[in-house]
């Protein structure tokens, strides 16, 4: 059975930092893009970033360029999300997932067949 379990996740004030963790079992992710999407209380799901099998790659939305940051472990089959100078607008349910096309480079969530169980990231003003 795979499974992506997200963990890092809590309650934290403006200005501060949060590291995401995403393990993965079951199969081996190494070739696959790996990603953060989340989800704020009435809106779209979105993609925060994503890197590719070996990092050369890599995306970030606008909105955390220059304070996010994606990587990832393949020996772990693991991911990370670093998050500093956290902003109330980054509050949402952080999920971590794997594209199903290995060697893609997706960026829509249609394309990632494999998703974790999601982890509330919180930050208060």
């Known amino acids: 059975q795979v499974q992506l379990v997200a963990s890092g996740g809590g309650l934290v004030q403006t200005g501060g930092s949060l590291r995401l963790s995403c393990a993965a079992s079951?199969?081996?992710?190494?070739?696959?893009?790996m990603a953060w999407f989340r989800q704020a209380p009435g809106k779209e799901r979105e993609l925060v970033a994503a890197?590719?099998?070996?990092?050369?790659?890599?995306y970030y939305a606008d909105s955390v360029k220059g304070r996010f940051t994606i990587s990832r472990d393949n020996a772990k089959n693991a991911v990370y999300l670093q998050m500093n100078s956290l902003k109330p607008d980054d509050t949402a349910v952080y999920y971590c997932?794997?594209?199903?096309?290995?060697?893609?480079?997706?960026?829509?969530?249609?394309?990632?067949?494999?998703w974790g169980q999601g982890t509330q990231v919180t930050v208060s003003s």
């Open positions: 997932a794997a594209d199903s096309t290995p060697l893609r480079f997706g960026i829509m969530a249609w394309q990632y067949a494999y």
């Open positions: 890197i590719s099998r070996y990092g050369s790659n890599i």
């Open positions: 079951g199969r081996t992710f190494s070739s696959n893009t």
